[in-house]
Nanobody
Framework: QVQLVESGGGLVQAGGSLRLSCAAS????????MGWFRQTPGKEREFVAA????????YYADSVKGRSTISTDNAKKTVYLQMNSLKPEDTAVYYC???????????????????WGQGTQVTVSS
């Protein structure tokens, strides 16, 4: 099992920045890819970004590309999501996810991930 704990959410004004963190523990050696998703009430969970633990490759949703950076600290087993130029439409609960095993390309589907954190609320005021 892998446990994921997110932190760093909060209330920020439009145009501001936040850095989300996700600390992984447990059998992290079984996982190769980490992802961030977000969800608003009444909507499905939406892919935001993904990265390999090695940091060798990253992938972003169009909605955050150019405004967000995903990164890892392997020593701390932590993945980060730096979000800049935040917009009210970025308001959501942000979830960290981890995928067992490896595959060609980075997964973007919710069902492709095996472990999930409890989520952290990000609210962007206009």
């Amino acid at each position: 099992q892998v446990q994921l704990v997110e932190s760093g959410g909060g209330l920020v004004q439009a145009g501001g920045s936040l850095r989300l963190s996700c600390a992984a523990s447990g059998r992290t050696f079984t996982t190769y890819v980490m992802g961030w998703f977000r969800q608003t009430p009444g909507k499905e969970r939406e892919f935001v970004a993904a990265i390999r633990w090695s940091g060798a490759s990253t992938y972003y949703a169009d909605s955050v590309k150019g405004r967000s950076t995903i990164s890892t600290d392997n020593a701390k087993k932590t993945v980060y999501l730096q979000m800049n130029s935040l917009k009210p439409e970025d308001t959501a609960v942000y979830y960290c996810a981890s995928k067992r095993g490896d595959q060609l390309g980075l997964p973007v589907g919710e069902k492709e991930y095996d472990y999930w954190g409890q989520g952290t609320q990000v609210t962007v005021s206009s």
